[in-house]
């Protein structure tokens, strides 16, 4: 966090802005006077590899001055440097897999997830992968031939907005001003989930919360009866790692008798007092994407707490929160949210019916960017005691692992580096990144499951919670799904979904 914060650009003139909207420009001068630079501007650096502002800058040098920085997060020569600190970390996670009996920490931990071993996975994930870069390169072509000249990783972003537009005319840069903070929040996210679910979101002010920007909302059955309390804390801060997530405050349990208390965190720049928070489609997505995971907690039905509502295999987290996403382009849904915050003019169908058409559009750059991280992670973790001791160059392992798997193309970095991948270093996913797509499989089986049952009803919102998400970990996870679904999961939907087949 402290690399990150360093790493912001600071930029000097307002013409090196070009590109970025009004609010984002206000937004960039308000975060450079907080820093003690009035009358410059400041483009903060984000969690992951690259930056939300690339795809409006047309400044060339700034956007290779953002992405080069966003690179180098945490993997400096200084005291904010995470190599020797994650090569530790490597080294006792192969010891400490050795001590139960395991051979590596891969191992150790897929063991006990539905995957079972790591075979399972890199089986999975090489039926995908050589998909997934050739349809990569296959775009980066498509981008060359806009921009007229290479592709690096610092113009992926911009030109993919130039040719989603020739291709679909989609200009997902026109569509903030429908998607509002508070509309998304509460005639998006919220309308879904009380027409799925029956419940009800009430904000509470009186409560105080751990920092003033994190509100509190009260959830009840339709029939009243309380659920828990939703907080949802959404704008960026210096204090704040980066990053997307959901925490469980208060476990539901029938042990002790407790409401869950649950978190969806977001970092969202912070617009100037008075002025609306538009989210970009990414950013409503993540909003949509995190409730997800709320729900899980807050619909938990479970004796004990440890097994309370995300409490569940690793690589089956994810699928609820996958699942949830589906709504946010579902008619009755986005009729409800998606609203210009001036005019209150709907979110046009032409653009609607774009975003489905193109649903397949760049998703060989985000499928090659996520299993290049995924497959660091299971390089790090399938050393055993003795190769991770003979371990020194981060750079050159790292790098050696994605090209093994023909996953090393330039303009498409790993979203994560080894040194700023908090998943896997700092948070729960150690030898568990790969659950996204994992989960994903069922996720894209589900919504086909709700497509064909006639999708947001209370009847179909019942069995889902009552087969699977009000289960917790409390039944194994396939046996969940299978009591959901009625059989086992397929793959196809995935790679239907991912323009894979």
Known sequence: MADTNDLAVLVETVEELDGLSENEIAAAA???KDRGHDGKWLIGMVNFTGNPKLDSLTNRELRKKIMQASLLKANRSNENDNKPVLLKMVKLRAERARLFGKETHAEHVIAVQTAEHPDNVHAMLRKIAPAAARNAKAEAEDLKKSAGTDIESWDWGYYTEKVRVE????????????????????????????????????ERPDLVTYHP????????????????????DFYTRDSKRGGAWMNSLVNQNFLFDQLPVVVNNLNIPKPPAGKPTLLTFAETTTLFHEFGHAIHGFLSQVKYPRVSGTSVQRDFVEFPSQVNEMWILWPEVVENYARHHETGEKLPQEWIDSLDEASTFNEGH??????????????WHSLNVEEAAKITDVEAFEAQAIKDYGLDFSPVPTRYRSTYFSHIFAGGYAAGYYGYIWSEVLDADTVDWFKENGGLKRENGEHFKNTLLG??????????????RGRDSKIEPLLKRRGLL
């Open 30 to 32: 308000a975060a450079a």
């Open 167 to 202: 291709k679909y005319n989609i200009d997902t840069t026109k569509m903030r001003p429908y998607f509002e903070l508070e509309r998304v929040l509460h005639d998006g996210v919220f309308f879904a989930a009380n027409k799925l679910f029956g419940i009800t979101f009430k």
């Open 213 to 232: 920007e994190a509100r509190a909302f009260e959830v009840n059955n339709a029939d009243g009866s309380k659920v828990g309390l939703f907080i949802g």
């Open 366 to 379: 985000a499928t090659t960017s996520y299993l290049a991280a995924a497959i660091l992670d299971l390089a």
């Open 471 to 484: 289960r917790g970990g409390s039944i194994d996870s396939m046996q969940m799904f299978r009591n959901f």
